[in-house]
């Protein structure tokens, strides 16, 4: 009997271990939150000239931008991108480690031409993503937009950085 008084004790004293929330130690460093910094805004147009999109877009062009993205971001609004611009036009590879949002991928080439497209990357692949030609800009956008705006290869970007 004194057994099963201990065993339910000592039940009861684990369901309330599991049931406590925890609580943060002095020295426990808190999960990085990364919150959207606009940095400027950017056109997609068509080659006939019409306007298919706005975006306000977050500049990453250090290495440490760069290596980043939107690694560990939750949420970006619609009209939210973020614009990678590299030193010189190349075949960068991408791939989503780390990246919680599905995105659709546009690389550009240094004269703005949109030449590769890749739509609905899966959040947290590491399978390489690979464009076809040179570029020195990637846009990266919610998974989706490419689709709604009827963006192709061929269109441009033209953007301005805020000062």
Same mark, same amino acid.
């Given at each position: 009997m004194l057994k099963k008084q201990f065993l339910v004790l000592g039940l009861i004293g684990i369901c309330f271990l599991f049931s406590c929330k925890k609580t943060a130690s002095p020295n426990s460093e808190p999960a990085p939150k990364y919150e959207f910094r606009q940095d400027g805004t950017l056109d997609i147009i068509s080659p006939a000239g +019409?306007?298919?999109?706005?975006?306000? +877009?977050?500049?990453? &062009? *250090?290495?440490?931008?760069?290596?980043? #993205?939107?690694?560990y971001r939750e949420t970006m609004a619609d009209n939210q991108a973020m614009l990678f611009i590299f030193e010189f036009p190349d075949i960068y590879d991408f791939w989503m480690q780390d990246t919680y949002l599905p995105l659709d991928m546009l690389f550009i080439s240094a004269d703005g031409t949109i030449n590769y497209i890749y739509e609905k990357a899966i959040p947290f692949s590491e399978n390489r993503i690979t464009p076809?030609?040179?570029?020195?800009?990637?846009? &990266?956008?919610?998974? #989706?937009?490419?689709?709604?705006?009827?963006?192709? *290869? #061929?269109?441009?970007?033209?953007?301005?950085r805020h000062s």
């Open positions: +019409i306007k298919k999109a706005t975006f306000a +877009i977050e500049i990453a &062009e *250090t290495e440490e931008e760069l290596m980043q #993205g939107l690694k076809r030609s040179l570029h020195k800009y990637v846009l &990266e956008v919610n998974a #989706g937009l490419v689709k709604k705006f009827n963006i192709k *290869t #061929g269109d441009k970007i033209t953007w301005k």
